[in-house]
T-cell receptor, first 114, second 113 residues
Framework: DQQVKQNSPSLSVQEGRISILNCDYT??????FLWYKKYPAEGPTFLIS?????DKNEDGRFTVFLNKSAKHLSLHIVPSQPGDSAVYFC?????????????FGQGTELSVKP | EAQVTQNPRYLITVTGKKLTVTCSQN?????MSWYRQDPGLGLRQIYY???????DKGDVPEGYKVSRKEKRNFPLILESPSPNQTSLYFC????????????FGEGSRLTVL
């Protein structure tokens, strides 16, 4: 069973507009959520995170929103740039497993067109 | 430079020929893990290690072995590779003590014919 789901395999956005990537989870015990960005032929790199006690975390052009009641988080990129084109993975951390095992979604491939 | 290094980056092999993918980190991290990435399935954990000589199965351990004899190294062993192990493999590490962010290597693309 997939505990973390990214239902959109791909997203295409115009440069300068907002990109919204979505993620749903099923386990209410997850206490920390992360977004990773992955370019081709590279490993995933950490982008931004949020604790379950917060509902928003902002870092420059990137903002993550958490809706615990809906078990949903989203990543907003404003404004989107061509260099943001990559695969984005949502991950949830289980504090009762391995001291915080990361469980990943399927990924969403973002394409930002000039 | 702090990093997780995997080798080889690319490998084509044949069914049944044992291979090892090495992983080394220079950040003195206690925790290390292997993931595989497959289309539509995201990143799935194969094995993990909480510290030296402490390893355990992840979500998809079948067909793989690991060892953790030294803190910095965590090799992934495929004793008898099969085509369903064709995948993109990532090694990752992090400090212990509740730290959540994983640091990933650049990946090893393995093809088993």
């Amino acid at each position: 069973d997939q505990q973390v789901k990214q239902n959109s395999p791909s997203l295409s956005v115009q440069e300068g507009r907002i990109s919204i990537l979505n993620c749903d989870y099923t386990n209410s015990m997850f206490d920390y959520f992360l977004w990773y960005k992955k370019y081709p032929a590279e490993g995933p790199t950490f982008l931004i995170s949020i604790s379950s006690i917060k509902d928003k975390n902002e870092d420059g052009r990137f903002t993550v929103f958490l809706n615990k009641s809906a078990k949903h988080l989203s990543l907003h990129i404003v404004p989107s740039q061509p260099g943001d084109s990559a695969v984005y993975f949502c991950a949830a951390s289980d504090p009762y497993n391995q001291g915080g095992k990361l469980i990943f979604g399927q990924g969403t491939e973002l394409s930002v067109k000039p | 430079e702090a990093q997780v290094t995997q080798n080889p980056r690319y490998l084509i092999t044949v069914t049944g020929k044992k291979l090892t993918v090495t992983c080394s980190q220079n950040m003195n991290h206690e925790y290390m893990s292997w993931y595989r990435q497959d289309p539509g399935l995201g990143l799935r954990q194969i094995y993990y290690s909480m510290n030296v000589e402490v390893t355990d199965k992840g979500d998809v351990p079948e067909g793989y072995k690991v060892s953790r004899k030294e803190k910095r190294n965590f090799p992934l062993i495929l004793e008898s590779p099969s085509p369903n192990q064709t995948s993109l493999y990532f090694c990752a590490s992090k400090p212990s003590g509740g730290y959540r962010e994983l640091f990933f290597g650049e990946g090893s693309r393995l093809t088993v014919l």
